[in-house]
T-cell receptor, first 115, second 115 residues
Framework: SAVISQKPSRDICQRGTSLTIQCQVD?????MFWYRQQPGQSLTLIAT?????????ESGFVIDKFPISRPNLTFSTLTVSNMSPEDSSIYLC????????????FGPGTRLLVL | GENVEQHPSTLSVQEGDSAVIKCTYS??????FPWYKQELGKGPQLIID?????GEKKDQRIAVTLNKTAKHFSLHITETQPEDSAVYFC??????????????FGKGTKLSVKP
């Protein structure tokens, strides 16, 4: 199974600022995924990050608000821009789940509180 | 698109009792159904999964059953222990000719096992 780490593990930020979350995997993976989990809620896919190409965003999420980088096959970043209290969530990166029935592994998450 | 309903939202059992969590899905094309356990402060961890060509799968105290006709699948935990206390998420995805579609998650079930 893949080992995934995220930085920071948690942060408290002021509205209007931006935060960049890092995701590191211990093996090379084709695609990485970014999810948002609002307090007490389920997981919602934000975007899929492919190495060497633009990320693919799900409905309701835009690149200007959540820019993503994928410089190599083991690393990705998600930036939450111009934050508001509504952005307070857990942000999770995951890998796998590309092939049918392939397990998708999740990182420990970044807990963000926006004041 | 796919929609996954999960019940109950909270479940409290006595240690040693069984726990059952049920999910229904809307798209008959879905064919991969994983279950994740999320402990407080951690990312979701896969505990068991099932594909549509199988009706039941067991792993020690955990089992998953799938009824394709009724479009529902269930997680069964026997001989529950306090360490089983967590939030459990079901999910569903489709096979696109060998590639897996995005996971659609249920809203989660908070399981509490009382000693």
């Amino acid at each position: 199974s893949a080992v995934i780490s995220q930085k920071p593990s948690r942060d408290i930020c002021q509205r209007g600022t931006s935060l960049t979350i890092q995701c590191q995997v211990d093996s090379q993976v084709t695609m990485m995924f970014w999810y948002r989990q609002q307090p007490g809620q389920s997981l919602t896919l934000i975007a899929t990050a492919n190495q060497g190409s633009e990320a693919t965003y799900e409905s309701g999420f835009v690149i200007d608000k959540f820019p993503i980088s994928r410089p190599n096959l083991t690393f990705s970043t998600l930036t939450v821009s111009n934050m508001s209290p509504e952005d307070s969530s857990i942000y999770l990166c995951s890998v796998g789940g590309v092939l049918t029935g392939e397990t998708q592994y999740f990182g420990p998450g970044t807990r963000l509180l926006v004041l | 698109g796919e929609n996954v309903e999960q019940h109950p939202s909270t479940l409290s059992v006595q240690e040693g009792d069984s726990a059952v969590i049920k999910c229904t899905y809307s798209d008959s094309a879905s064919n991969y159904f994983p279950w994740y356990k999320q402990e407080l402060g951690k990312g979701p961890q896969l505990i068991i999964d099932i594909r549509s060509n199988v009706g039941e799968k067991k792993d020690q105290r955990i089992a998953v059953t799938l009824n394709k006709t009724a479009k529902h699948f269930s997680l069964h935990i026997t001989e529950t222990q306090p360490e089983d206390s967590a939030v459990y998420f079901c999910a569903a995805s489709m096979d696109y000719g060998g590639s897996q579609g995005n996971l659609i998650f249920g809203k989660g079930t908070k399981l509490s096992v009382k000693p």
